[in-house]
């Protein structure tokens, strides 16, 4: 396909949207990454593997019991958060504020947990079956053929969207949210104000693999789901959020447009190898000039 | 460290003469290293023994980087760097394999002077970020770049450096040679002049600057150095599995070489080593129930991690304050790092 032929609104329409569903993945994921980072300063190397239980749990409840897909999403992601205290509790409470321990660490429990999985559902990848097969036609009058939008990829923005508006709500505007922006900004004062710190570590911590977990399951249904499902999102997580700042959420937000958006485009105009390359290489560009990310704060 | 020096903080201490505790340790191990291959002829051992032999070469050049306060997530990059060249040298080219190895040492340290000057000026996590991406970028370019690395298949029916390599023992030897020599001169150097103004500007960056130490120029040239070295492990490996893939080249198995600097002790080569042995020799011998061992693997580094960040040397440590009844101190400002 040569370059012209991709020029048309019709096509970057497509890709557009693409790029927006790819996005809104990428900032659910690295805003967990960033929230347990920004937070407990643990860098959570077993990230990827929370989005591959949202993924099974995916599986399991609208593929096997057929819930309602929109029920079923945030259903699996809520299950997979509350089975992960269990986690959270004889895991990740000892690598709070230790950054260094419990990246080591934390790669011992991905590979615990990935190799839990193979052990559980073998190494085969599975479909989660698409919720929405149709597509949506509309504009037409204003580009002269009609832009073929499939609904499977607008139902996942929308519903990152609104998982994320939840998210931004619950930081912003309620008593939980200011303990944990609090937590956040520094741990011994907020303790000293009366914050109890293990509360908005454990909420912070439901939140973030809530999140992730949803992310994932939306993932699995576009790819495929595996024991690897995991890997690519934990590469995106990272990449999104040294783009915008380590710690910082309106930072993992610019960051995953930026690199959804730059990658789908890449991807259909020069192929995948091009764009992958090209993240990688502008994300080290940046770490070297301006290590504390786009909108993060210098320490 | 004899029990006599002072327990400073990780520093090397002043130059001494070898005890006779240590050398009878020295003589007994290199009995055990040289019988290992007869009395164990033709078993499984013999071949796990020569990965260790490699991998410690790999987790000893990583240790130089590690001292110098930075932790590299790339070291098995450059390792596979080196592989590449020797076995593309060899096969395509034709050249000798002496002359091979000299490339594969060459290679990757060129890359590691290209890269470190830039790389080095990072510190802590993010020094950590970045070298994972650059590992993720090398190994996509030895996926990438078909027509020199043969893709994601990798390359196959690599010959022995020499024919008379062919026979397992003779590999065994020639890798405990190349181990030997590799190891010898990291703990050599770290116990120079450079060894210690390393150990101290791990501890203090800036006071070290201060009394006169060009600490960015060490830190480049250790970087360059443990590249090279990095690069006999990857020609050895390369030429004894007798096929190179990229998947052995990623961040993940660089992750494994810094948990055998972990799981041991970083500030000690003797507990690179004891990783390494800890890390090779476990998976090899439970081959079976590979799913389990990576699970137990993953749970050990938990544990490890939660409990002694220091690795079995700050356990020693431990241990050994017990008995005297002397307050431990921490070997390593990592270690002291995790403690705030």
Known sequence: MSFTDLLTPVLMGQVLLDGMSISSIYILIALGFTLLFGIMRVVNFAHGEFAMLGGWGLYYLYGQFNVPFLLAVPLAGAIVAVCSLVFEQFVFRFFYQKMFQSMIGLLGLSTAMIYTAVIIWDAYERQIPPAFTSTLEFGESIFGESLLLPTDRVVVFLVSMATLAAFYFLIMHTRMGLGMRAAAQDVEVAEAMGIRTRTVYRQAFLLAIFMTAVAGALYGQIYFLSYELGSQPLLKAFIVVILGGMGSIPGAALGGVILGMSETFLATLFGAAVSNFVSFGVVILILIIRPWGLLGKPE | ?340
């Open chain 2, 1 to 340: 460290m004899s029990p006599q020096a002072p327990l400073s903080l990780g520093a090397a201490p002043p130059r001494t003469m070898p005890g006779a505790g240590l050398l009878a340790i020295s003589a007994l191990a290199g009995a055990v290293l040289l019988a290992w291959p007869i009395v164990f002829q033709g078993s499984f051992l013999v071949y796990i023994a020569t990965l260790v032999m490699q991998f410690s070469i790999g987790a000893c050049s990583l240790q130089l980087i590690i001292r110098t306060g930075h932790i590299s997530m790339s070291h098995q990059a450059f390792v596979g760097i080196g592989g590449y060249t020797s076995v593309i040298l060899v096969m395509k080219a034709g050249w000798a394999w002496h002359f091979a190895l000299l490339a594969a040492i060459a290679a990757p340290a060129l890359a590691g002077a290209v890269i470190g000057p830039i790389l080095l000026r990072l510190t802590g996590k993010y020094f950590v970020l970045v070298t994972f991406l650059f590992g993720e970028i090398v190994r996509l370019v030895f996926i990438d770049w078909q027509s020199m690395t043969g893709g994601s298949n990798g390359i196959f029916e690599i010959p022995k450096p020499y024919p008379w390599m062919n026979d397992p023992t003779a590999y065994y030897y020639v890798s405990l040679g190349f181990a030997v020599a590799c190891v010898g001169f990291c703990i050599r150097l770290m116990r120079s002049e450079i060894g210690r103004a390393i150990d101290a500007m791990r501890e203090g960056p800036n006071l070290t600057e201060c009394a006169g130490v060009p600490v960015f120029r060490i830190k480049v040239v250790m970087f360059i150095i443990a590249c090279g070295l990095s690069g006999v492990m990857g020609s050895l490996n390369a030429h004894m599995n007798n096929v190179i893939t990229p998947g052995n080249y990623g961040p993940m198995e660089s992750l494994n070489l810094v948990v055998m600097n972990v799981l041991g002790g970083m500030t000690n080569m003797a507990g690179a080593i004891i990783g390494a042995v800890f890390l090779i020799a476990l998976p090899e011998l439970l081959r079976g129930y590979v799913e389990w061992q990576r699970v137990f693997y993953g749970i050990i580094l938990i544990v490890v991690m939660a409990s002694m960040p220091g690795g079995m040397v700050e356990l020693l440590a431990r241990l050994r304050s017990r008995l005297t009844g002397r307050e431990a101190h921490l070997a390593s400002a990592v270690a002291a790092e995790g403690r705030t």
